[in-house]
């Protein structure tokens, strides 16, 4: 059995995204939640130094949250997240949701910056792109029609959260499909399990 750490934040949808395909293959990982401005230990491992990181064996690294998740969908006996048949759709709205993620984050680090280095022009930008992605995925949302477990509807669950956790959730008012598809996906213990502790 390879020992697998996986250097996290107390809040980061990309490593809840990790967490949760944990979960669901079984997979047993060692978390470590890190303040990762002060954790200079990480640059040997991932010179970006961004959580999610995983750490195999002492001597291997993955860096990135899609990459740990495909990593942990190829070692599982489980059923993929990662069907086939429609791996691009899938790979293409994990994508919307990461720029999601983001869009957030980087709102979020905007905000928290002293008022006369803020750019409103920046704020805004962000804010424009995480309405209108939602709303793109609202108008063509069908994976909640679908009983199958893919990994883009984790993806889109964790960064819906995010945004309503870090900015607004003004959003489900005019998007009611996604809106209620969320509301019956955060039933599922793998949600239930992995919620931010901030936002609680
Ligand atoms: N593409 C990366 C993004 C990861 C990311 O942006 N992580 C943020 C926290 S949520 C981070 O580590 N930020 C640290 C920094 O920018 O200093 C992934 O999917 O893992």
Known sequence: MKKLIL????????????????????????EKIIKVQESEFLDTFNPLRKIPTLVINENQTIVDSDNICLYFDSISQKKTLFDQKNYWEIMTIISLANGLMEAGLERRMEIIRPSNEQSKSFIDKQEIRIFRTIKWLENQWKRHTIDDLSMDQ???????????????????????????????????????????????
Not at 155 to 184: G, M, P, Q
């Open 154 to 200: 984790i993806a889109v669950a964790c960064a819906l959260e995010y945004t309503k956790f870090r900015f607004t959730d003004k959003w489900t008012k005019d998007c009611v499909i996604l809106d209620k598809w969320l509301k019956i996906f955060n039933q599922k213990d793998f949600m239930k399990n992995t919620i931010p502790k901030e936002s609680v």
């Open 7 to 30: 250097y996290n934040g107390p809040n980061s949808p990309f490593g809840r995204k990790t967490k949760i395909a944990a979960l669901i293959h079984d997979i047993p990982i060692e």
